[in-house]
C-alpha cells in the first residue's frame, strides 16, 4: 500500500515558478512509476508528466514541455515537480499518482493523492 500526499502548491505570477512534492509511504515507492497530473475548474484530469521507477526515463505533456521537470527522489520516497516560467492556464489541482504502467494512461495507476491547489495570477 502506498499513500501519497502532495505539497508545494499555492498563488504564484505568470512567470514565476513552484516546486511540488509528493511524500510517499510504504516501501513499494521505489517501485513504482510516477506521474503528475492535473484538473483545472470545468476540465477533464491531464497528464502533465512521467518518471520511471528509477528516474532514468521522463515523458511530458506538450503543454509544460521545456517549462516543467519531474524527478524523484526514492531514499526519501519523494517525487517531485519543478514547474517554471508558469502560465495561468497552469492553474489547477495537481495529483501525483502510483502507475503501474510508464505513460499518460491512467488504467494502471494504483494509487491518488489528494491534490494541491496551483495558482497563476496574470
Known amino acids: 500500500q502506498v499513500q501519497l500526499v502532495e505539497s508545494g502548491g499555492g498563488l504564484v505570477q505568470a512567470g514565476g515558478s513552484l516546486r511540488l512534492s509528493c511524500a510517499a509511504s510504504?516501501?513499494?515507492?521505489?517501485?513504482?512509476?510516477m506521474d503528475w497530473f492535473r484538473q483545472a475548474p470545468g476540465k477533464e484530469r491531464e497528464f502533465v508528466a512521467a518518471i520511471t521507477a528509477t528516474g532514468s526515463i521522463t515523458h511530458f505533456a506538450d503543454s509544460v514541455k521545456g517549462r516543467f521537470a519531474i524527478s524523484r527522489d526514492n531514499a526519501k520516497n519523494t517525487l517531485y515537480l519543478q514547474m517554471n516560467s508558469l502560465k495561468p492556464e497552469d492553474t489547477a489541482v495537481y495529483y501525483c499518482?502510483?502507475?503501474?504502467?510508464?505513460?499518460?494512461?491512467?488504467?494502471?495507476?494504483?494509487?491518488w493523492g489528494q491534490g494541491t491547489q496551483v495558482t497563476v495570477s496574470s
Open positions: 499518482a502510483a502507475d503501474r504502467r510508464f505513460g499518460e494512461d491512467t488504467q494502471e495507476i494504483d494509487h
Open positions: 510504504g516501501r513499494a515507492f521505489s517501485s513504482y512509476n
